[in-house]
């Protein structure tokens, strides 16, 4: 049963309205391959918001934090959440369709914004710009997030010793706290 916390970012000067349906049809996807989501999907449009959904997350138990690109965001949002968070962070951007008009959405140049400040900040991440409704976007993720299960696992493991090595065979050092 993977987790992942959903934090939608978008700017307001973009078409929130249609920003928030594309949410809700992407948190739907989640569920319905398998993952189970944390946080109500609401747009993060401010740094305010982006702080009160991380206070939100205090103490949750999850893989990894998906960060729905739902319209160009600006990346202090991204950056605010990484240093908050302390879990893998995983990106997805969806292509909009194209009208004639002026971009509604513009999510591929925030997604390009974010992923520069991030690795400007040293913090990994994974991405993929991708339809809300792409197998192998899911894959990908889901993959993101069993992997940072298994990591957290490890990094908790203890290793221990039963009896003593016999003379000149105990060539590793172990913490013995």
Known sequence: DLRVALAPVARIHFDTDLAQ????????????????????????????????????????????????????????????????????????????????????LASLAGLNLAVHALRIHNIPYGFVYASINDLAGFRQLAAAAAASRVKARLQAARLGIVGQAPQGMDTCQLDEK
């Open 21 to 104: 349906k594309l949410v809700h049809s992407f948190r739907t996807h989640l569920i319905f391959n398998g993952l189970k989501v944390i946080g109500s999907g609401a747009l993060l449009t401010s740094l305010d918001q982006v702080q009160q959904f991380c206070a939100e997350l205090e103490g949750q138990d999850f893989d990894l934090l998906l960060v729905f690109q739902a319209t160009f965001a600006d990346s202090s949002f991204l950056v605010a959440l990484a240093e908050a968070i302390q879990k893998p962070i995983f990106l997805w951007g969806a292509p909009e369709e194209r009208t004639g008009g002026r971009l509604r």
